[in-house]
């Protein structure tokens, strides 16, 4: 038997839904042939077999959340009957332990050394103990001096994930609407929140409790941005293979505001702060099964045409459920676009665990004075929404200035000024 096991889903994923089973149990199965889907607050991703043969049992069935090695099924090998006389000695050997008992019996009982009160843990190790909600003081180390370790936790919140749900749980835990009225429940539809949805909605709230959050406001005329992209669009797509459009832009201003700003490109560990001299920019990306934020890393080395081909081939993988989990991690700062959809200002709430998020809007031509007159002008209104605990208001209300500054006079980020 080959145990199918959930995979290592990456850094701070610790647990999936069962999306659906390619096959039944019964069927015949090939190597690497996909088998089930997982649905991850990341990514939808699919577990492959790893050997051939026959599906035995389903122990997950569709809609359980599991953990990271979780035993998802079994798979019979063809090859299982020779194996099992090479299995037999090892198995034989619980038997021959009750004999062997007495002598250990004399032997000192091993003891777990316990660290000191006072010593701090690892940043792994409050990660995941604050993202799981299980209390390190409580986990045996396996560490130097009885330390908890990363793997400890992964232990021991598999443990808590498989452990049974209590019965008598506080009816305050879940959300239960009142029941609608008879002619409107026929006409209603209930469908289960996908994995993805359900981690969304936590982790929003989760920033609303724990981050102190603020948004400011300003405005940038893209005047000079537009006409550039006008001027420059056909010979850029003909010469990069790829279109111009804006993101490239805002990229490049934001990272020119990260580096005269690095408390928007911070955050919070416990009691310390983390200063980020790297330059992963977020960028959400609308699908039908939510949002999700892959992550163009050091964007400060990038050209603004190796941005662009980066960002489209996300939004494209991003809409085939393509993504890799790995794309999606990491990421130091969050832009995101509602002018797409139309939204001409709106407070984007943060990607935890960033300190920063820049909020894009419709462009809208209005109305603005220029040298004392009056003419009309494509304006897009920007919102930075931040953590005060990290970030003070001069310092967002400076950032915010320096992305529009940017942006206003493109030559600045040519110059590096």
Same mark, same amino acid.
């Given at each position: ?41 990341? &990514? ?24 990271? /090695? ?13 194996? $099992? ?5 090892? !198995? ?6 009750? !004999? ?21 843990? $690892? ?197 085939? /459920? ?15 676009? /509602? ?50 605990? &990290? ?27």
């Amino acid at each position: 038997m080959t145990e199918i096991r959930v995979p290592t889903l990456g850094e701070s994923v610790t647990e999936a839904t069962i999306g659906r089973w390619f096959k039944k149990a019964g069927d015949a199965v090939a190597v690497d042939e996909p088998l089930v889907e997982l649905e991850t607050d990341k &990514v939808t991703i699919e577990v492959p077999a790893p050997s051939a043969g026959t599906l035995g049992e389903i122990i997950a069935k569709d809609g359980e959340t599991v953990a990271v /090695g979780a035993l998802l099924g079994q798979i019979t090998e063809g090859a299982a009957g020779k194996a $099992a006389p090479a299995k037999a000695p090892a !198995a034989a050997a619980p038997a021959a332990a009750p !004999a062997a008992a007495p002598a250990a019996a004399a032997a000192p009982a091993p003891t777990t050394k316990s660290p000191p009160a006072d010593t701090p843990q $690892a940043p792994s190790v409050r990660r995941l103990s604050a993202e799981s909600g299980v209390d390190a003081s409580t986990v045996p180390g396996s560490g130097k001096d009885g330390r908890v370790t990363k793997g400890d936790m992964l232990a021991a919140i598999e443990k808590a994930a498989s452990a049974p749900t209590p019965v008598n749980q506080p009816a305050a835990a879940v959300q239960v609407r009142a029941p609608s009225p008879a002619d409107d429940a026929a006409r209603e539809e209930r469908v289960k929140m996908t994995r993805l949805r359900q981690t969304i909605a936590r982790r929003l709230k989760e920033v609303q409790n724990t981050a102190a959050m603020l948004t400011t406001f300003n405005e940038v005329d893209m005047s000079h941005i537009m006409a550039m992209r006008t001027q420059y669009k056909e010979v850029f797509e003909k010469k990069h293979g790829s279109k111009l459009g804006f993101m490239g832009f805002f990229t490049k201003a934001c990272v020119h505001a990260l580096k005269d700003i690095p408390a928007a490109n911070a955050e919070i560990d416990g009691t310390d702060l983390i200063y980020k001299n790297y330059y992963h920019v977020g960028v959400a990306v609308g699908t039908d099964k939510g949002l999700v934020v892959p992550v163009v890393r050091d964007c400060d080395t990038k050209s603004i045409a190796a941005i662009e081909k980066t960002i489209a081939d996300f939004g494209r993988r991003a809409r085939d /459920g393509a993504l890799k989990i790995d794309e999606m991690q990491g990421g130091t700062f969050t832009i995101t676009n /509602g002018g797409i959809y139309g939204s001409l200002m709106s407070t984007p709430i943060l990607n935890a665990p960033q300190s920063a998020i820049l909020g894009m809007h419709k462009i809208q031509e209005r109305p603005v004075a220029i040298a004392g007159k009056v003419e009309i002008r494509p304006m897009m209104y920007l919102a930075l929404s931040y953590d005060h605990r &990290v970030i003070d208001g001069k310092e967002a209300v400076t950032f915010l200035v320096r992305v529009k500054e940017n942006l206003e006079d493109p030559a600045r980020m040519v110059l590096d000024l």
